[in-house]
């Protein structure tokens, strides 16, 4: 407690929102797990699993624009304890008997789930911009790889946890006793959460939801394309044709899921060193468009390779785990990227349209996982990805090929 004390109120914020983010990750990767193990299990087909996470990723699109309008008018403290908060009420939802389990219901869960996520980490990256001087970009793009990186190494790890849980506890089990430790840390943040976090001066109108930025605008729609290049074969297609074609267990595929992401969020992390900024270098749209270039024809490879007398696991897994190094790095400086841009003032309307684009991403690219999957297989996934990234790529050719700290890129 003393080591706490004698840190700045800024650290202090920001590990309070970065435990926040953590809690979060953990429950929501683990409920998707879950979700998936859970009623493959029951016999549901591929495109069904997708749909139980279409209001998922519906209400998350619809979240991170109004969401972001929210924060800058309530304070990012507040929206990010109303997200916590209704992740504990979508888990109680799924406590119900089995019976009551249908599609209409466990969508409805999802949906609350989505809106909880969504506002979580719209609040989670804005605040950053708040807690770091404007003239300390190096600074930023730190501590943006940090949370985004070690988020996602949780969700990975909160994979493997749901795929657990299902083992030890059954669904209902699992889920009855992350709702518990969340509603814990809710309350932890109620109290801890400085007041009035990311409150705009001026109260922001409705109708500026949609960035007036160009920079945001395109970097916003890359995003798209990118987040659906990852989700049109991790959401549903991966974890079903490991469990059907390769007979692995629950075991084993929320292990392997989790390593996966786990990866992913280490190298988030450590995207600074690769970037650039290791040299007194900060990235820009350049690197950006060169990133995605590194990327987009791997998924088409891996599908290639399928096609081979070669060992299919080898080819995918191998292929995969090259994928997570190279998306690391690209979701990380897209991911400082939009925090350098975003306004100071209102950062949550910027941040929250562009998050509002990546959840379109994942919406786009788990319907087309079930669907691509169930009527082609996992090699019109990757091809698909492959595409995905291509057009990412060419929408990165717009974006400023130099920072200027503290504007709004445009």
Known sequence: MNALSRLSPEVRQYLVVTANYW????????????VVLHFHQLGYSPLQIAMLFLFYEIFGVITNLVGGWL??????????????????????LLTVPST??????????????GIAKDLNKMSAK???????????????????????????????????????????????????????????????????LKKD???AKAKPKFKEMLSKSRAINILSAARLFLFGARDVWFVVALPVYLASTFGWDHWRVGGFLAAWIIGY???QSFAPLFTGRAQGQMPDGRAALVWALLLAGLPAAIALG????????????????????????NSSLHSYLIVSYAKEDGVSL????????NAMGRLLGTVLSGWMYQSYGIEACLWVSSLFVSLAALISVGLPRHIQAGTAGG
């Open 23 to 34: 809690a979060f990750t953990l429950t929501d990767g683990a409920l998707r797990m879950l």
């Open 71 to 92: 924060g800058a008018r309530l304070g990012l403290n507040r929206t990010m304890n109303i997200g916590l908060a209704l992740q504990v009420v979508a888990l109680l």
């Open 100 to 113: 009551w389990l249908v599609v209409p219901w466990v969508m409805a869960a999802q949906a609350l789930s």
């Open 126 to 192: 804005s605040s950053i911009k708040l807690l770091v001087p404007a003239d300390a970009q190096g600074t930023l793009y730190k501590w943006v790889a940090l949370l985004t990186g070690s988020k996602n190494a949780l969700k990975g790890v909160g994979f493997f946890l749901g795929g657990l849980l299902l083992v030890w506890l059954g669904f209902r089990g699992a889920v009855l006793a992350m709702a518990a430790v969340l509603a814990m840390i809710w309350i932890a943040s109620l109290i801890l």
């Open 197 to 199: 976090l990311g409150k």
């Open 265 to 267: 969020g280490i190298v």
């Open 306 to 329: 399928l096609g081979t007398s070669l060992s299919a696991q080898w080819v995918l897994l191998g292929g995969l785990m090259v994928f997570g190094v190279l998306f690391a790095v």
């Open 350 to 357: 910027d941040v929250g349209f562009y998050y509002m684009s």
